[in-house]
């Protein structure tokens, strides 16, 4: 998921009454529901060697015991060097509350992931394999209102968050009104929540942020349950429907749609291309359905060399289901396009380009400069 979900997610969490467990409890968990995504910053190296490192290290089993040990450690420094230097009265931190914030809020950011198509390779270091959910979108609004609508209810106290909330509320809902990827009925329900929410924060008492937190984390889990089951029936949905109309396929997943809970694009894998099945999961698929289909390509030694390029390593670990395209250019040599089924989705010119790599006449990639 993208930062803003999993900043709500870590607030969230505070609000259930967890920031009562310890100074620096909210700071704890919201810096940790973020932390995974250090990886983030091989983006200023390359693409490369971000789609080599993003979800891996910082993402494995490895990192889910280090990296709150190391958070905690400097939550401790911080509350020793500033916080109880300026409030010397001060409740003292301990450590063990603030690894156990660490862990759940490192957690959380981890699930959150491994629910998109884009997955996480949960058992680095020890192995490189990918695990997906294909329950959300890697942007999905209802998250936000689930859990942002009680981080605000909890927050707006002041005059200061007020105005903060407000703009960050306007935000997101021209988001939703000028997205072409969002229906007009998704509109329509997003307006209805943002009202809700504002109606439940001028009519219920403050003091019940906690439980009101409580039930948006709630919500939240009994939401990410139906997407994940919506997901698995979507795939066996057209796995019968291939059966019916004698296609051969080797797997289906469903890729989550955007704003659109009870919709998916489950992408079937055939020996040559893919094919795009639309899907609503609470009516099963079209059955004169014309599914979109797209070549993958043929993974001939051009390809090969392709992929054995230095500049696309990162890209060939990141790959799901790949499409190749090769054109001979004017002076011999090949250019090779390579692409991922998963960005098709969300993209409505069709595939995602990841990585173009040059190939010489003799078969071997082209350095790039």
Known sequence: MEPFAHTLAGACLSEAGLNRRSPLAASTLIVAANLPDLDGACYVHSADLAFAWR?????????????????????????????????????????LPLLALSVLGVLSHVFLDWLNNYGVRLLTPFSDRWFYGDALFIVDPWLWLLLGGAVMFAWTVRTRAIVAWILLATGTTALMMVSPLVSNAARVVWL?????????????????????????????????????????????????????????????????????????????????RYLFVPVDWTRGPNANVQPATEPRGPLDPIVVAALGSPSAQGVRRWLRFPSYEVHQMRDGHYRVTIRDARFAVGNLPGFGVVAIVDVDRSVHPVPTR
């Open 55 to 95: 979800r891996g290290w910082t993402h494995g089993v490895l990192a889910m015991c280090v990296l709150p040990l190391l958070l905690a450690g400097a939550m401790l420094v911080i509350d020793r060097m500033i916080r109880r230097r300026r409030r010397p009265e001060s409740e003292r931190t301990r450590f």
């Open 192 to 272: 209805g929540g943002a009202a809700g929410w504002i109606v439940a924060r001028l009519l219920v008492p403050a003091a019940r942020r906690q439980g009101v937190a409580v039930a948006a984390i709630i919500g939240a889990c009994l939401y990410v349950g139906v997407m994940i089951a919506g997901s698995r029936l979507a795939e066996r949905q057209v796995r019968t429907l291939a059966q019916t109309r004698g296609w051969r396929i080797e797997r289906v997943a469903a890729m989550p749609v955007p704003a659109a809970p009870t919709r998916r694009l489950v992408i079937a894998v055939a020996a040559d």
